[in-house]
């Protein structure tokens, strides 16, 4: 039996969803929540198989819900049902780690494979918005500091880091008090996404950033 959870704050879409879902043999609904307030808990509670998921919901939105339960649950099939077919929520969606992107719009029984599709290990996508997938790596730029959008001066910061200086030696090679220093660093590791120096040395070797 496939264990779904869905997220979506249309209630009448919501019950209709897990109708749908609940009418096929092997799947159930075994969550539905308006919000992914509480994602956390429901997901280790509930034990997903399958999280099905909206963008645009009150309190944390679907894109919010979809890093926070990357964070503990990185191999968990997530996919996302949306009227949205931006550039920008799709990329941001798929750089949060979504396992496949879904227009509303799509028939009933389209929605029950894709569904089976990305609890097989599969990342379904709507034709429109895989090729537009496919447009946005195409214009991806080659140069990494690019993609990051470091400032000249977090490239030499992070150029420090990498040298194995420690925050009074870079303030003092570059002129900068302590707490710029520490200001710069801060800055690194948001825009590497990040959460410590380990984790910045290493992706300024993997992604040729310094």
């Given at each position: ?10 209630t009448?879409?919501?019950e ?13 609904v075994?969550?539905?929540f308006?919000?992914c ?33 990357r ?17 920008q ?8 780690g979504?396992?496949?992107?879904l ?47 470091l400032s ?5 910061v992070l ?16 002129f900068?008090?302590?707490d ?16 410590s ?14």
């Amino acid at each position: 039996m496939i264990r779904i959870v869905l997220y979506e704050d249309n209630t009448k879409l919501r019950e209709n969803l897990t109708l749908l879902i609940d009418g096929v043999q092997n799947f159930v609904v075994c969550g539905a929540f308006k919000n992914c307030d509480h994602i956390l808990q429901q997901t280790s509670e509930l034990l997903p198989d399958v999280i099905l998921m909206d963008i645009d919901m009150p309190g944390t939105n679907g894109i919010e819900g979809l890093r926070i339960v990357r964070g503990q649950y990185p191999q968990l099939p997530i996919l996302m049902l949306t009227v949205f077919d931006d550039n920008q929520h799709v990329f941001e969606a798929i750089k949060a780690g979504a396992d496949g992107y879904l227009l509303k719009k799509t028939p009933p029984e389209k929605l029950l494979d894709y569904i089976q599709d990305v609890y097989d290990g599969g990342a379904p996508m709507t034709s429109s918005i895989a090729r537009q997938v496919l447009h946005l790596f195409a214009r991806q730029p080659t140069d990494r500091n690019e993609l990051y959008n470091l400032s000249e001066r977090e490239k030499e910061v992070l150029q420090l880091l990498v040298n194995g200086y420690s925050y009074k030696m870079i303030a003092s090679e570059i002129f900068i008090s302590i707490d710029t220093v520490r200001s710069h660093i801060k800055k690194i590791y948001e825009k590497l996404h990040v959460n410590s120096k380990s984790e910045a040395v290493a992706k300024a070797f993997r992604d040729k950033l310094v």
